[in-house]
């Protein structure tokens, strides 16, 4: 199976709003709602922030939210803050397997 | 609390077979619904997800590297060891295990790197 697609990098300053994108096809993202978000930060294992396309473990913030839409799945981060910046990684179900996304470089400004 | 530790070598020669175990606490791998599974990242890349093991025993295996992997799974021990034949330098990699449920890794271990060199 192909990796999801994510952009490598985004920004923005602290207080506003980014949206992370995670492209994949009917076979994962599209076809399952077992969509997941990780944070890692250097040298750290990931920790999940979202699963199951929209539901907050509990400690998350509820400034981290997720949602689909087809083929497509986005993490939004509302009221940026500095111990935001870190790596973000999606990842689907796919019947017999699971896939990860490529990784996006959060950078707050 | 749920906690799950790998370790193994940390240095392997190529063609050499890798062995890691993931030993864990705070759950049961008997739980119906409960897997074990190995990502991996190599260094400054993404992850990659690699196996898993379910608490029935199905097993569950990247279609890229199926034919090199094994995983198996010690209940009585909590543990889970996955073993990868035929290291090269590409499998240079923080290798990591995870709790699973219903289709998430809640849980990860703080990852072992392995370095696959002569």
């Known amino acids: 199976q192909s990796a999801l697609t994510q952009p490598a990098s985004v920004s923005g300053s602290p207080g506003q709003s980014i949206t992370i994108s995670c492209t994949g096809t009917?076979?994962?993202?599209?076809?399952?709602?077992?969509v997941s978000w990780y944070q890692q930060h250097p040298g750290k294992a990931p920790k999940l922030m979202i699963y199951d396309v929209s539901n907050r473990p509990s400690g998350v913030s509820n400034r981290f939210s997720g949602s689909k839409s087809g083929n497509t799945a986005s993490l939004t981060i509302s009221g940026l803050q500095a111990e935001d910046e870190a790596d973000y990684y999606c990842s689907s179900y796919t019947s017999t397997s699971w896939v990860f996304g490529g990784g996006t470089k959060l950078t707050v400004l | 609390q749920i906690t799950l530790k790998e370790s193994g070598p940390t240095l392997v020669k190529p063609t050499q077979t890798l062995t890691l175990t993931c030993t864990f606490s705070?759950?049961?791998?008997?739980?119906?619904?409960?897997?074990v599974g190995w990502i991996r990242q190599p260094p400054g890349k993404a992850l990659d997800w690699l196996a898993l093991i379910y608490w029935d025993d199905d097993k569950r295996y990247s279609p890229s590297l199926k034919s090199r992997l094994t995983i198996t799974k010690d209940t009585s021990k909590n543990q889970v060891v996955l073993t990868m034949t035929n290291m090269d330098p590409v499998d240079t990699a923080t290798y990591y295990c995870?709790?699973?449920?219903?289709?998430?890794?809640?849980?990860w271990g703080q990852g072992t790197l392995v370095t696959v060199s002569s």
């Open positions: 705070g759950f049961s791998l008997s739980t119906s619904g409960v897997g």
């Open positions: 995870a709790h699973l449920l219903t289709a998430t890794f809640w849980y």
């Open positions: 009917s076979s994962d993202v599209g076809g399952y709602d077992y």
